[in-house]
């Protein structure tokens, strides 16, 4: 099956430091790349869905300036948690998509502590 | 208005035995897909099961079924001999198109125990 990894898979910062997360499908070109935020016992929900080579489209209530998402090739996006508060503190799950198909497939997530 | 509903916040199964995991769902779109998801405490998201609207037969794999009632717009998931290793949260997904792009919106999610 398709694979994507996620790296790093745990990160703490201190409050006001920006974290990066990386998100690699690793044995197919994914179109289009999805990102999550998961709160402890809840659902995932859907951030921002992006596109390879274009700006990604936030869903509504989610910060553009402080959730950067950048998808510069097909096998690569990433999330870049800006200026970050003990509030950003969550598990942050990638999905990935190849052209035409319908099945997202999940990279491991990664689990983000601000202290 | 809820989009996918997972009535059932915990279910208990035997070892051995199968067992069925509701899933609801809401859309107005002809076309659109169905999905299973599992997380289990590592926390990854693993692909199970899908079904498209346009399917005339359930969807299987493996251990996995899913009943697709299209009238009653219930997509619920069958896992039969439970193991051990099938205790976790299961998630019931649909894909929506919206604006051009295919996003999943996610049930609550039920959490399966299953018991030797």
């Known amino acids: 099956g398709a694979v994507v990894s996620q790296h790093p898979s745990w990160v703490i910062c201190k409050s006001g430091t920006s974290v990066k997360i990386e998100c690699r499908s690793l044995?197919?070109?994914?179109?289009?790349m999805f990102w999550y935020r998961q709160f402890p016992k809840q659902s995932l929900m859907l951030m921002a869905t992006s596109n390879e080579g274009s700006k990604a489209t936030y869903e509504q209530g989610v910060e553009k300036d402080k959730f950067l998402i950048n998808h510069a090739s097909l096998t690569l996006s990433t999330l870049t948690v800006t200026s970050a508060h003990p509030e950003d503190s969550s598990f942050y799950i990638c999905?990935?998509?190849?052209?035409?198909?319908?099945?997202?497939?999940f990279g491991p997530g990664t689990r983000l502590t601000v202290l | 208005a809820q989009k996918i509903t997972q009535t059932q916040p915990g279910m208990f199964v035997q070892e051995k035995e199968a067992v069925t995991l509701d899933c609801t769902y809401d859309t107005s779109d002809p076309s659109y897909g169905l999905f299973w998801y599992k997380q289990p405490s590592s926390g990854e998201m693993i692909f199970l099961i899908y079904?498209?609207?346009?399917?005339?037969q359930n969807a299987t794999e493996g251990r996995y079924s899913l009943n697709f009632q299209k009238a009653r717009k219930s997509a619920n998931l069958v896992i039969s001999a439970s193991q051990l290793g099938d205790s976790a949260m299961y998630f019931c997904?649909?894909?929506?198109?919206?604006?051009?792009?295919?996003?999943?919106?996610f049930g609550a999610g039920t959490r399966l125990a299953v018991h030797p």
């Open positions: 044995d197919f070109q994914a179109t289009t």
């Open positions: 997904a649909m894909r929506e198109s919206a604006g051009g792009y295919n996003k999943l919106i």
């Open positions: 079904q498209g609207s346009y399917d005339q």
């Open positions: 999905s990935a998509r190849g052209p035409g198909a319908d099945t997202q497939y």
